[in-house]
């Protein structure tokens, strides 16, 4: 594991100087846990441009295999490293296990990149969407490939389903929206009559005050050993963390479908988590994370630290206004074919 990762952070660092347009890793599912495979470097073609250049990469994508691809979105920019966008082939004909693993890889291929700041990340799940114009238009900033910042509106890819939230969680979301309360944990019910491996996740929320104030308190805390959600309320942002602990092992084969909806369900969730909220919509980070240090390396700066309880309040209530006006900047203009190949 360790070559294989040290392989592939010289051949990104290294990519323009030898001249490497693309990096294709398929991920492996072996008895130590998921990991990066080994990596098809596609060379440049010379004078093409990257609308080509990305058509050529992913021809050779099969329809149900998830891998993960960095595409070098530029051809000799003066900058310190390379614009990267890396993609997540996950389709929809490749079975729920390999989806969650193939996407659990993700933060640590985007780990690869010696610039975070340089780097978007983009997921497609058919054909219709492996273009450089979809790519440009549907991809995220990344912090360390576990922080998705972004509005609420919402892309292409979010599956919004009907649920049901029960009484307490309805609650309690209603009470994080107003800021009484500051951060709360909420899950799907499990049928306690369902004895398989494989346990089978009913559609009704959950919830329960969550104690954490802070991405750094809820990383010691007594994390849930199951799929869950956490909702913490800053005060210039909502964290929203997916939360799908990797058991490990052979265990990994039975919790497969239970991590899989859980990551599926994650748009709906969030969906609910923000009605309350109206129309002071806050600006929302959100974090997937399978261990405690997943949420300190992926969380920004001021969400690691607690404020006091009066403070965060007054702050959210000062601010909450506004936050909906914030964006993360228009992603084109980091992305744009015209000033790459400048």
């Known amino acids: 594991m360790a070559d294989v990762v040290h392989q592939l952070l010289c051949a990104v660092r290294s990519a323009r100087t030898n001249a490497v347009r693309s990096l294709k890793i398929l991920v492996e599912d072996g008895p130590q846990g998921t990991a990066l495979g080994q990596a098809t470097l596609l060379p440049e073609a010379f004078g093409a441009s990257l609308y080509d250049e990305f058509a050529r990469c992913v021809i050779a994508l099969a329809d149900a295999i998830p891998c993960l691809f960095l595409f070098r979105a530029d051809n000799a920019e003066n900058v310190d490293g390379s614009r990267w966008l890396l993609v997540a082939w996950i389709p929809f004909e490749a079975p729920a296990a390999d989806r969650v693993v193939c996407n659990s890889c993700v933060g640590l291929l985007a780990r ?64 994080l929206a107003k800021g009484e309360e500051l951060g709360i944990q909420i899950w799907f019910t499990v049928d306690p009559h369902d004895e398989g491996s494989e346990s089978r996740l009913l559609d009704t929320l959950e919830g329960q005050v969550c104690g954490s104030r802070s991405v750094t308190q809820l990383a010691h805390s007594a994390l849930s050993t199951s799929s869950c959600y956490y909702a913490l309320l800053m ?57 405690a240090q997943d949420l300190i390396d992926s969380a920004p700066l001021g969400a690691r630290h ?3 309880t009066a403070a965060a309040r007054t702050a959210v209530s000062i601010d909450r206004s506004k936050l909906a006006t914030r964006g993360t900047g228009p992603v084109g203009a980091f992305f744009c074919p015209e000033a790459a190949s400048a």
């Open 112 to 175: 690869l990149v010696p610039h975070p700041y340089f780097l978007r990340e983009f997921v497609a799940r058919d054909r219709a969407e492996l273009t450089l114009a979809k790519a440009f238009a549907g991809a995220h900033p990344s912090t360390a490939g576990s922080l998705n910042e972004q509005a609420h509106s919402g892309s292409s890819h979010d599956m919004i389903v009907d649920i049901d939230v029960s009484e307490t969680a309805s609650a309690l979301l209603t009470s």
């Open 306 to 308: 607690s404020l006091p």
């Open 235 to 291: 005060p210039d942002h909502l964290l929203f963390v997916l939360w799908n602990p990797d058991p490990g092992g052979t265990q990994r084969l039975g919790r497969a479908a239970q991590m899989a909806r859980s990551a599926l369900l994650k748009a709906t969730v969030l969906d609910h988590v923000l009605r309350p909220f109206g129309r002071s919509m806050p600006r929302v980070v959100q974090v997937d994370a399978q261990e």
